[in-house]
T-cell receptor, first 115, second 113 residues
Framework: SQELEQSPQSLIVQEGKNLTINCTSSKTLYGLYWYKQKYGEGLIFLMM?????EEKSHEKITAKLDEKKQQSSLHITASQPSHAGIYLCGAVLNAGGTSYGKLTFGQGTILTVHP | DTEVTQTPKHLVMGMTNKKSLKCEQHMGHRAMYWYKQKAKKPPELMFVYSYEKLSINESVPSRFSPECPNSSLLNLHLHALQPEDSALYLCASSRFAVRETQYFGPGTRLLVL
């Protein structure tokens, strides 16, 4: 099984609708990162969460970290076609040692926004 | 500025060729990374450099040879690749290798014939 599970795998919404993407870890999280990727391009950093209960917002995107549940959610309000892409959560799943710097990613959520 | 640049953008090579991918950042970051991403899959870590020294090699075949000539540059030398090595190769950098945000370049799309 995956160390980071993202759901849903794909999402199709009408412009203006709200949506939520979830990321659940099977291990203790030592940092949770959200990235967006257009197909065939690099990853664009969205937000980083480190503390349980932490919540960050940027424009219409809000991310929350529930450390006890080892889960994070990404919420987009009033979606626009520009929000379309692949959303990836990434996490540091080990405290240090030989694994420091290693970012493990979820499988990604493909978001389509219809005008 | 959080820009990481990668060249070339696209690369086609035969299985007997030798080529190199280049990555550059001028943010003063001391950690740099190579990832491999196959279609419809998430990026997978290949190598981590910290202070110009290789700190993680994720059991990558020796036909991939990383090099960090200085704190701003990261190269990936390719030799005798296989068609299954065709993928998007992503470079990233962060201030340090521990729990710091990694900033990614646009990637090099590699096709091995």
């Amino acid at each position: 099984s995956q160390e980071l599970e993202q759901s849903p795998q794909s999402l199709i919404v009408q412009e203006g609708k709200n949506l939520t993407i979830n990321c659940t870890s099977s291990k203790t999280l030592y940092g949770l990162y959200w990235y967006k990727q257009k197909y065939g391009e690099g990853l664009i950093f969205l937000m980083m969460l480190q503390k349980g209960g932490e919540e960050k917002s940027h424009e219409k995107i809000t991310a929350k970290l529930d450390e006890k549940k080892q889960q994070s959610s990404l919420h987009i309000t009033a979606s626009q076609p520009s929000h379309a892409g692949i959303y990836l959560c990434g996490a540091v799943l080990n405290a240090g040692g030989t694994s420091y710097g290693k970012l493990t990613f979820g499988q990604g959520t493909i978001l389509t926004v219809h005008p | 500025d959080t820009e990481v640049t990668q060249t070339p953008k696209h690369l086609v090579m035969g299985m007997t060729n030798k080529k190199s991918l280049k990555c550059e950042q001028h943010m003063g970051h001391r950690a740099m990374y190579w990832y491999k991403q196959k279609a419809k899959k998430p990026p997978e870590l290949m190598f981590v450099y910290s202070y110009e020294k290789l700190s993680i090699n994720e059991s990558v075949p020796s036909r991939f040879s990383p090099e960090c000539p200085n704190s701003s540059l990261l190269n990936l030398h390719l030799h005798a690749l296989q068609p299954e090595d065709s993928a998007l190769y992503l470079c990233a950098s962060s201030r340090f290798a521990v729990r710091e945000t990694q900033y990614f370049g646009p990637g090099t799309r590699l096709l091995v014939l």
